[in-house]
């Protein structure tokens, strides 16, 4: 379990990310594309310090490898859509971006000044 202190630094989460970096270099070149593209769509739907996103990514990252090691083709296993496989899989994770927690908040407020 992670400390407070690590917590707030950030430093657990830098930790992961180098064991999911190198764990992402070991696969095939197809796959890493693949990776860089999942993760740059994934920190757009990241809470504020992307803790969220973190046990989603190790999740894809595990299927990828699976995959890899199967022998299966990136495409078989993702699809031709790698940003509606993302979003679909934050939704179903329930990842909430900041922006969706603010707009839901807004929402919220909104309702209740109108009595709804």
């Known amino acids: 379990m ?24 070991k696969l095939p070149i197809d796959y890493q594309a693949a990776w860089e593209k999942i993760t740059s769509n994934f920190w ?17 990252l595990g299927l990828l490898e699976e995959s890899a090691a199967e022998g299966q ?7 031709d859509d790698i940003e509606g496989f993302c979003s679909a899989l934050a939704g179903e ?18 309702a209740k000044k109108l009595g709804k």
């Not at 992307?50 to 046990?55: I, S």
């Not at 083709?73 to 699809?79: F, K, Q, R, S």
């Open 73 to 79: 083709v990136v495409h078989e296993v993702l699809g």
């Open 93 to 110: 994770a329930g990842a909430k971006s900041f922006r969706d927690k603010w707009r839901e908040q807004l929402n919220n407020n909104i």
């Open 44 to 60: 757009l739907r990241s809470d504020f310090t992307g803790r969220n996103l973190m046990p989603i990514l190790d999740g894809v």
């Open 2 to 25: 992670t400390n407070f202190w690590e917590k707030i630094t950030g430093s657990d989460m830098n930790k992961e990310w180098k064991s999911f970096v190198s764990r992402a270099n």
